[in-house]
């Protein structure tokens, strides 16, 4: 029972924060071994156990199998085992077989991919359950397939051979742009060691062909208990209790090795010298620079260890700030520039800072990244920057402590395998915010608590002083000295990323000795900051009134209607202490606008939010939030204009007056600002168009809903039609007239400190003397959606550097105005029931896929309250090329069976419990109570009261909770898609562009099963193509030179 009252209690927590006491402690202090707040120990057998009580989520168990063994232990022929091993752990072991492990838990509630999942990296493998505990066999039994995993994998035949297929496609869908390039990167960086050919994913080869004794062997050899962890963080009555299932289930088991194996250390070497690496990726999404630096990974034993650590964390912030602003500036090198240091493997980290930038532009990027350090090593940074990170620091540990009994049971569990992995302290968040209160300046921890103090009416109680206490501030020099790391000669390795050849090594050196040479002689100047004004709002507005309050409680809100028109509707939670969520929403969007405004309208959010739709520009904003938690964003959409926003409780005032700030102020366009904007739109609509899945999205767009305005994709010709000023005049009306929002809020709100607010920033904003893009929901145009009538089946052939192939398989869906509530909520279940049943045939029967999902769209008609809904139902997955049409002929098979003799009443179950975890667990956060309330809002039952709407939804999902069976599922999946499935649907499927060789050789094919003249007229053809070929290609070349 609470002693206080609400307001006072919320208070006193965040001044408990503010009023911390800093510690007697000195640098060498030890910092402890033993994990905070977990029960932790071994088992007789070696194996070692984290369990510990935690209630968010309710009833629900977090859980986990850690084994230090990862892709490098791999010998030459075992490339790829480590993950293939990982694989097989869900197929099959001695008690369970063919994916039962999988069926088990999805019947539970626990969703395969979003509950149950497992990884594997270089130097570890982690298996993760999230599973309900509700019932007190689940856990017993979620522990027990724990155990399986830890010594009882079944490595036969038919199991591999079941598994190839999904790994394969694993292996297939990392070989995409992105994949290559990150290869490329780990092979520069680890270079000389045994990790720079042993990537997780492993080798096709392998893949392919490696024998069920070669994954055994790996698997008996160093699966050891002695090398695992067990860590289990949930709603448990007790610890003791959990300790005694992971004794039961785990106690008898044994390894396969009676030794525990030694795990090797392989290191990875160091070098003076830097290395350079032009990489030409003709699909790439832009070019890129990385400059990464290599450091040993230290054990953080130590308070000094702790400070140093924290110290670095300033100094990648601190120029990450910078280059932030560089990237907002007149003419920038780069478009987005970012330090951070991050452990790569178990002996290495690398500091690392990665641009992107214009096509021809990395050279004055590279240099432009090598001169900012240098700056810094040079001049440091101002003690203005230095605080400016200090707050941010603060405020992220103050929220961390405030919500330090809320922590999610997954966090924790992650804290705890980073202990076991690799000996990082666990000291509790109550330790480590009394730590940085001690390390962080006292002038700058009072200034804090004085503006707390002053802002809610306190005497200060902090004592500046202490016997015993350390003053061991990071000054701005020190967090600085981390520029150091950042030196050519600190086994630098720099790596560009082009689509096409235009930088060299040589280049890439040059930029080196360029900066260098100006930083040995002094010829780089101090940093130049902006100007940083005090107040976001620099003349406060009159509040409004409340001209009507009304309150749902069923719903547990408040809805008040201003002086101004806006709504505003509050909900207080307890789920976070240190967060409240809102948005606004109004209706009229882009539908609304003919084909000639759409284009510039269109990119009106692109353009203000460069500008600064607050009243500043992003970069000088950044600084005015630095140690406020507030964040606000902006959405036009079709046929809703929403803003969103996320702080803590002590920075509503701040979020509240940056949304008074979007509708006051006026986005002017300047030419700067909007040459900026046009060049990175220029730059992603040409990565778009080299990335091969393009054609392919576009091609279903353009055949799903018409070839449209709406839906058409940009082209750079396109950029040039873009009128800045229309652009960002219809920007400023989407977000001018407060009386047609309503706004939903949601979190730790105090009504006697928010309401104030609510009224001043929200209700003081001006009403304009003529109504704003005031559109009623009935009368919005609707999206020009036309899905074909017939059967299509298409392929979109794609130039690619590897084999790649999508499969989008779309069937149009049509929801009739009666029982509308009932219907949305079948088709939920009946998109999860075709997501299963499409993964357990094509994954778990023929092993031909790695994951399907299914989506469905309905947006295809406008918001009003009557007429019918019209969308779609996709499904996708991706597979080998050969492979492509069988597949969708088995899904399409798959969903027919569905439609003519309905699901089992295991599948029903199934999807059932999944759906009732997820709405269990969705109660206790904020962002969900959010979106029912707003699609409460939204509903077409919405009539002014929220309750009876909130109630209608809960009615229609109740309703069809209660009657879906397998007659019902089968009755609804043939009235929400077309019956038979096989009647009317399209078929897109990307596919590689065939070669000229590979033409070639069908010819020749075709040319060996034909005689006499015919087969030579073929194959003369084809030496013609070649020559012709070879020819056109050596003009080409003799133009250049």
């Not at 219907?823 to 939920?828: K, L, Q």
């Not at 088995?890 to 997820?918: F, H, M, N, W, Y």
């Amino acid at each position: 029972m609470d002693l206080l009252p609400a307001e006072i209690a919320s208070i006193t927590r965040r001044h408990g924060f503010r009023s911390l006491k800093l510690l007697n402690v000195h640098m060498d202090e030890a910092l402890s071994e033993e994990p905070y707040g977990v029960e932790y120990g071994s088992l007789d057998n070696g194996l070692h156990y984290y369990v510990r009580v935690n209630s968010k989520p309710r009833m629900r168990a977090a859980l986990a199998l850690g084994v230090k063994v990862g892709s490098v232990l791999e010998v030459e022929e075992e490339r790829g085992v480590a993950h293939i091993v990982e694989h097989l752990a869900f197929s099959a072991t001695k008690k369970y077989t063919n994916h039962d492990i999988v069926k088990f838990l999805e019947s539970i509630g626990a969703e395969f991919g979003a509950c149950q999942n497992a990884s594997t990296s270089a130097d570890e493998t982690i298996y993760e359950l999230l599973v309900p505990v509700d019932k007190p066999e689940l856990l017993s039994q979620a522990i027990s397939v724990l155990a399986e995993f830890s010594s009882e994998v079944r490595v036969s035949a038919s199991d591999l051979e079941k598994e190839r297929g999904a790994v394969l496609e694993e292996y297939r869908g990392g070989r995409n742009a992105a994949g290559r390039m990150q290869e490329a990167h780990w092979v520069l960086m680890m270079e000389g060691s045994r990790y720079a050919d042993r990537q997780p994913i492993g080798l096709e080869k392998v893949i392919r062909t490696v024998s069920p004794e070669t994954v055994k062997g790996f698997y008996d050899k160093w699966y050891h208990l002695h090398n695992m962890a067990v860590v289990a963080v949930g709603d448990f009555p007790d610890t003791k209790s959990v300790v005694e299932l992971i004794r039961t289930h785990f106690g008898q088991k044994v390894s396969a090795s009676i030794e525990p194996p030694v795990i090797p250390v392989f290191p990875v070497p160091s070098h003076e010298e830097p290395r350079f690496s032009c990489f030409v990726e003709s699909e790439a999404g832009g070019s890129a620079v990385m400059i990464s630096c290599k450091i040993p990974v230290f054990e953080m034993k130590t308070v000094k260890d702790y400070r140093d650590s924290l110290a670095e964390a300033m100094f990648h912030c601190a120029l990450s700030q910078r280059l932030f602003k560089i990237a907002r500036r007149k003419d920038p090198p780069f478009f987005s520039c970012g330090s951070a240091a991050d452990v790569l493997i178990r002996p290495v980290k690398a500091c690392i800072v990665t641009s992107t930038c214009k096509e021809g532009g990395i050279i004055e990027a590279l240099e432009s990244m090598l001169l900012e350090v240098a700056r810094v090593r040079l001049h440091g940074f101002s003690e203005r920057e230095i605080s400016v990170v200090r707050a941010l620091m603060m405020s992220e540990i103050e929220s961390a402590y405030l919500e330090r009994d809320q922590m999610q049971s997954t966090s924790l569990r992650d804290e705890y395998l980073q202990h076991f992995f690799r000996k990082e302290p666990v000291v509790g968040i109550e330790y480590e915010a009394q730590l940085q209160k001690t390390i962080l300046p006292l002038s700058l921890v009072q200034e804090l608590e004085r503006n707390f103090n002053e802002l809610n009416g306190f005497t200060s109680v902090f004592c500046p002083s202490s016997e015993g206490i350390t003053a061991f501030d990071i000054s701005a020099k020190e967090v600085s000295s981390f520029a150091e790391n950042f030196r050519s000669t600190c086994s630098c390795v720099i790596k560009i990323v082009e689509p096409r050849a235009r930088s060299t090594i040589e280049d890439l050196k040059a930029a080196v000795s360029k900066i260098s040479s100006m930083e040995e002689c002094g010829a780089i100047p101090d940093w130049d900051d902006e100007h940083i004004p005090e107040e976001i709002v620099s003349v406060k507005p009159d509040p409004g009134d409340i001209v009507q309050q009304t309150s749902f409680p069923n719903v547990g809100v408040t809805e008040l209607v201003m002086s101004n028109g806006m709504r505003v509707c509050y909900k207080c939670t307890d789920f976070l202490d240190d967060q409240v969520l809102f948005t606004g929403f109004s209706y009229g969007g882009l539908s609304e606008l003919s084909e000639s405004e759409y284009l510039s309208c269109s990119m009106g959010s692109t353009i203000a939010g460069e500008i600064g739709v607050f009243g500043y520009k992003p970069s000088i904003l950044m600084d005015m939030l630095a140690g406020k938690r507030a964040e606000v964003g902006t959405k036009v959409g079709a046929y809703l204009r929403t803003f969103s926003g996320d702080c803590s409780p002590s920075d509503l005032e701040t979020a509240l007056q940056l949304v008074y700030q979007l509708f006051t102020t006026n986005v002017v366009p300047g030419d700067e600002e909007v040459k900026i904007v046009m060049q990175m739109t220029e730059e992603a609509i040409l990565a778009q168009e080299r990335d091969p899945f393009t054609a392919f999205a576009n091609r279903v767009r353009e055949l799903n809903y018409g070839n449209s305005y709406f839906f058409k994709p940009i082209r750079v010709p396109d950029l040039r039609k873009v009128d800045p000023i229309r652009a960002c005049e219809y920007f400023n009306n989407c977000f001018k007239d407060p009386s047609t929002f309503t706004v939903v809020i949601v979190g730790n709100i105090d009504p006697a400190i928010a309401l104030p607010l609510i009224l001043q920033f929200l209700g003081g904003i001006p009403k304009p003397a003529e109504p704003v893009l005031h559109c009623n929901r009935d009368d919005l145009k609707g999206l020009p959606f036309t899905f074909p009538e017939t059967i299509v089946r298409e392929v979109v052939r794609s130039p690619m550097v590897e084999a790649q192939c999508s499969v989008q398989l779309t069937f149009p869906v049509e929801l009739k105005n009666v029982q509308m509530m009932e219907e949305i909520h079948f088709v939920g279940f009946v998109s999860k029931l075709l997501e299963t049943k499409i993964m357990q045939v094509l994954r778990f029967k023929h092993g031909q896929i790695y994951s399907v999902s299914v989506s469905v769209f309905l947006g295809g008609n406008k918001p009003s309250r009557t007429g019918n809904v019209r969308g779609d139902i996709a499904v996708n997955f991706s597979c080998d090329p050969d492979s492509s049409w069988k597949l969708v002929d088995i899904s399409l098979d798959e969903i027919l069976c569905l439609q003519e003799k309905g699901p089992s009443q295991e599948d029903v179950s199934t999807i059932l419990e999944i759906e009732q975890r997820a709405h269990e667990n969705g109660l206790q956060e904020n962002h969900y109570w959010l979106d029912r309330i707003l699609r409460s809002y939204q509903s077409r039952v919405y009539s002014c009261d929220l309750g009876a709407s909130f109630e209608a939804q809960d009615e229609g999902r109740s309703k069809v909770r209660e009657c879906l069976n397998p007659s019902t599922a089968q009755l609804a999946s043939q009235r929400i898609l077309p019956f038979p499935c096989t009647s009317q649907y399209s078929v897109v499927v990307l596919m590689p562009q065939s070669s000229r060789i590979r033409f070639l050789k069908s010819l020749l094919q075709s040319a060996q099963n034909r005689t006499g003249t015919e087969a030579k007229i073929l194959t003369g053809i084809g030496g013609a193509i070649v020559v012709a070929v070879t020819l056109w290609r050596y003009f080409r070349s003799s133009l250049k030179s």
